[in-house]
């Protein structure tokens, strides 16, 4: 599928798939985040899976990375498959990503998530 766009001079110019693809992914990613709960925790490789794209756990950080909305989009609420704290991106860094996850209930102790299993937020399919 190509995709025709007006420019600012009138003229249409073709855009290939490939184009939207990586944005698409992103708004994904970024829309999935509302989903995760106060007080729990998800995955990148889960929050890539319910984004569609279930091999791509590092470009789904790198979008979450991407979310100018924090903490209103919980991106902090994004850890490793290991139930480490992996990276903030938000203002205070790593520091506030764990202060924010304290202020909702969960347990950090030497930078990996309490009672990880427990509290490990599964998206629903199709949502």
Known sequence: MIA???NCTGSIFLLAPAI??????????LDKLKQIPRGRVTTYGRLARAAGKPKAARAAGTAAGKNQDAPTRPCHRVVRSDGSIGG??????????????K??????KNGRVENFRRILYTFKANT
């Open 103 to 108: 202020k909702e209930g969960v347990v950090v």
């Open 20 to 29: 939207f693809m990586p944005a698409l992914f992103t708004a994904r990613v």
């Open 4 to 6: 025709e766009k007006l």
């Open 88 to 101: 903030y991106s938000g203002a205070g860094g790593i520091k506030k990503k764990i202060e924010l996850l």
